[in-house]
């Protein structure tokens, strides 16, 4: 897969960008560089080979999961301009 000229403008269009016609260029060159290399990654036969979750057969060392300190909603709620049963109520940005 090769992205033409027209993708380009239309990426950068969907993406706001202003690009002149040599940046769109070397843009182009870059894009299609990166998805021939996907195309080769891609083309290798994997069969038989088992997804690894890291490629160092490293394990994560995880700390336990414990509460440091305890939340206190009334001194929270000191600040907010607005509240309604413990929570903060803001505008309304959706309508």
């Known amino acids: 897969m090769s992205l033409t ?4 403008r239309r990426i950068a269009d969907l993406g706001r960008i202003d690009i002149s016609d040599e940046q769109a ?3 182009q060159g870059e894009l299609n560089d990166i998805f021939q ?3 080769r990654i891609s083309s290798v036969d994997t069969t038989g ?3 690894m979750p890291n490629p ?3 394990v994560q060392r995880l700390r336990d999961d414990v509460v440091s300190e305890e ?3 009334s001194e ?3 600040n907010a301009p607005e509240q ?3 929570c903060f109520l803001v505008p309304q940005v959706i309508e």
Do not use: Y
Not at 5 to 8: A, G, K, N, T, V
């Open 5 to 8: 000229m027209d993708d380009i």
């Open 25 to 27: 260029r070397i843009v």
């Open 37 to 39: 290399m996907i195309e």
């Open 49 to 51: 080979i088992a997804p």
């Open 56 to 58: 160092h057969d490293g």
């Open 71 to 73: 939340v206190d909603r």
């Open 76 to 78: 929270n709620m000191k």
């Open 84 to 86: 309604a049963e413990g």
